[in-house]
């Protein structure tokens, strides 16, 4: 995961002002195509048909690119809450740290301003650790969960009992970097959980580990009976301790289409082509001459309009 800093102004007493988005690439964030295409098709299902009832939860926002997108798929009547420390002080020592090297741009007035470019109202926002959204988000209430805010080993092993109180029994419960190089811990409590625990895994990404704390057979017939069809994911399946799991490979997969501002920036003015030079008078009887008369009286013409002009 590679640093990046929110795009912003200055106003005249100093305070930072973020700079508000015209279109989702502009929001700074680490949300590949391939992922995105998953969230879409578990969004899209979970919406589909009679449809899976539940609310919409994400642990760690950043500046919201994940959660912009997360938004398009809320229906009436069901609540999306994102819960970050934002620019509050973080609870430990090595929390600090953490925000310090990662998220140095990270306030809510950013994530604020990008969510509301693109969505007219806010989700619920909860600005405290995520160790609180088990207090704060009604039991098995969430259908869809994204966990992706501190990459520390108890703190992620706190996130991920949180899920399992608020899901639902069939909910998706997403975690990122659950294998990234940079932060061993994430990887050390989601495979416990996997092992130990109750935490079935429906497929993995290179980034994400998608898994349910329910069933993961309907989830996991689904999406291969979907994956058959696609020539841009490669998928093959592991068995890991008796349970299958399915890794997905890019293979150029394009992005959905994105989400798209509520006020895009205007289209340049065309500009117009420039006039043709004019001719010079004469011009185009001479290139006639050229192109009809026989060689021997065109060199003598030339010469002799050579000699006049001497």
């Not at 100093?14 to 295409?37: I, M, N, R």
């Not at 150029?252 to 289409?257: D, I, N, R, T, Y």
């Amino acid at each position: 995961m590679s640093h990046v800093s929110q795009a912003s102004v200055t106003t005249p007493d100093g305070e930072p002002t973020p700079l508000v988005p015209t279109t989702y690439g502009e929001v700074k964030g680490w949300f590949s195509a391939y992922d995105q295409v998953l969230f879409d098709w578990f969004l899209t299902r979970q919406n589909s048909g009679e449809g899976q009832p539940g609310d919409l939860l994400e642990l760690g926002a950043f500046m919201g690119k994940s959660a912009i997108f997360l938004g398009r798929y809320l229906r009436p009547g069901e609540e999306f809450t994102v819960c970050d420390l934002f620019d509050s002080p973080a609870t430990d020592d090595f929390n600090v740290a953490e925000n310090r090297s990662s998220y140095p741009t990270l306030t809510r007035r950013g994530f604020e301003t990008n969510y509301l470019a693109f969505h007219e109202a806010l989700p619920t926002l909860i600005q405290a650790p995520t160790s609180v959204v088990a207090d704060q988000v009604k039991p098995a209430s969430c259908r869809f969960v994204h966990v992706d805010a501190s990459h520390l080993y108890e703190h992620v092993v706190t996130d991920i009992a949180s899920s399992r109180l608020v899901a639902t029994p069939d909910a998706v419960v997403v975690f990122d970097d659950y294998r990234s190089e940079h932060c061993p811990g994430v990887a050390a409590a989601v495979w416990t959980a996997v092992v130990t625990g109750e935490l079935h895994p429906i497929c993995v990404s290179a980034s994400k580990l998608y898994a349910t704390w329910g069933d993961p057979e309907p989830h996991q017939a689904a999406l291969r009976a979907w994956l058959e069809e696609r020539t841009d994911l490669w998928h093959g399946v592991d068995v890991i301790d008796g349970r299958p799991m399915v890794r997905i490979g890019d293979q150029g997969v394009v992005a959905p289409e994105p989400p798209q501002p509520l006020h895009p920036a205007p289209r340049p003015e065309p500009v117009a082509a420039p006039a043709p030079a004019p001719r010079r008078p004469g011009a185009r009887w001479r290139k006639l001459a050229k192109d009809l008369l026989p060689p021997v009286i065109t060199r003598a013409i030339v010469a002799r309009n050579r000699r006049r002009r001497g």
